[in-house]
């Protein structure tokens, strides 16, 4: 919102702020209620300045930074992830596709990100044919070589993997990482 802000704000702190600079004088009578006017248009723009610069401090907040991180991405998995090193591609969840191939490149490719223009159609059906364990998704998992898995809990291939003994290294309310059993 603050691009509409800065929009919306700007016609009234112009305002305030050219009552802010000195004029000529018109006569006597104008001359206290127009310094006085003056005055609190300093003012105004001083708490304003205060204000934005509060606001932009906590914004710039390294601790909020990371609870958003947090928020809306598995930061804690993709460390583990970067821990265990496991064979095989990954098959990440879409929405956590940038920031994968942000932390983990280029020791791991994303399987699909927002970049759904560089993807084939084949991979996005295959990726939704994965994600929910659909007909056909063990045949997927073995053309894309997939070794690793970093899903939310809640995803279908999650619950079929753990069902067919899958290596789980991590899991919370965020999201799971599992690997393919080692052959043997």
Sequence with gaps: NVPV???????????????????????????????????????????????????????????????????????????????????????????WGGYVLW?????????????????APEVLEDYIRLWTAGPGWEAAMERWDIGTVLLPPGSPLVAELVRLGWDERFRDSRAVVLLRPEPG
């Design 103 to 119: 932390e983990l490149y280029p020791d791991y490719a994303t399987f699909v990100d927002g970049r759904t223009d560089v993807f």
């Design 5 to 95: 802000f800065a929009l919306v704000a700007a016609l009234p702190i112009a305002r305030h702020a050219a009552g802010a600079l000195p004029t000529p004088e018109a006569g006597a009578g104008t001359n206290l209620k127009r310094k006085e006017r003056r005055w609190l248009n300093a003012a105004l723009g001083g708490v304003l300045l205060l204000a934005l610069l509060f606001w932009i401090g906590a914004q710039t907040s390294g601790q909020r930074n990371r609870e958003h991180l947090e928020s809306q991405v598995p930061v804690a998995a993709v460390a583990a992830l970067r821990d265990v090193r496991p064979r095989g591609h990954l098959l990440n969840d879409y929405d």
